[in-house]
């Protein structure tokens, strides 16, 4: 068995820090739900879609720090790891934001990891040679298949439906209301993945 892990909203929830972030900037002038996609929301209803971007710029570059763990996640992983179940994290983000300051977003996901403790063998361990930023889904997915994942976990659709047959596909769904390919394991929460596993 070898996992494979996305990055983006599946180890780490952005969540808080996307209304926190906006609401610091003044843009949220009503009521809205601690949610990343409430905020996304709001804007483009506001007509604000280059302001949603210039957003997702800060976030995941200068304040990335400040993003939450999933709850579970890191004790899962440990427990992964003490197992000696190789895994690999593979994301796929853009090196610089389309608007606003240029921050490194590969850095700053990395800087995060580290900050949790991906790199410490006395918390969750993932070695730094299995950690890969692709810039483009394509490439993800050839990363992937290159690694020989024989499990992989993300909360994109889009990028289960690109992985090959012989990859089991796990969806990372919180809210646990997906309505998408019932052949498909849904995963919902962290403590869930090692009976989803069978390990």
């Known amino acids: 068995m070898r996992i494979g892990f996305d990055f983006d909203n599946t180890l780490i929830s952005y969540d808080k ?3 926190r972030v906006a609401s610091d ?3 949220l002038v009503d ?16 007509n604000q879609e280059e302001v949603w971007t210039r957003l997702q710029g800060e976030v995941y570059g200068n304040r990335i720090l400040e993003a939450e763990a ?34 490194d977003l590969h850095n700053a996901a ?11 063998s006395k918390k969750t361990t993932i070695p730094k040679d299995n950690i890969f930023f692709e810039i483009t889904k394509e490439a993800k997915i050839e990363k992937i298949c290159s690694l020989r994942c024989t499990h992989y976990i993300d909360d994109l659709p889009e990028i289960l ?30 403590e869930e993945l090692p009976t989803i596993l069978e390990l």
Do not use: A, C
């Not at 440990?78 to 606003?100: A, C, D, Q, W």
């Not at 990395?110 to 410490?120: E, H, V």
């Open 17 to 19: 820090l996307f209304h």
């Open 70 to 103: 999933f709850h579970g996640m890191k004790s899962t992983l440990k427990e992964f790891s003490n197992r000696g179940l190789p895994m690999y994290i593979v994301s796929h983000k853009t090196r610089k934001p389309y608007l606003g300051k240029q921050y």
């Open 161 to 190: 439906e690109m992985l090959p047959d012989n990859i089991d596909k796990i969806l990372f769904s919180p809210s646990n209301n997906s309505k998408h390919n019932v052949d498909w394991k849904i995963m919902s929460s962290w």
């Open 25 to 27: 900037e003044g843009l």
């Open 31 to 46: 009521k809205i739900p601690e949610l990343k996609n409430s905020v996304r929301d709001y804007l483009r209803e506001k």
């Open 110 to 120: 990395r800087d995060w990891l580290k900050k949790q403790g991906f790199y410490d």
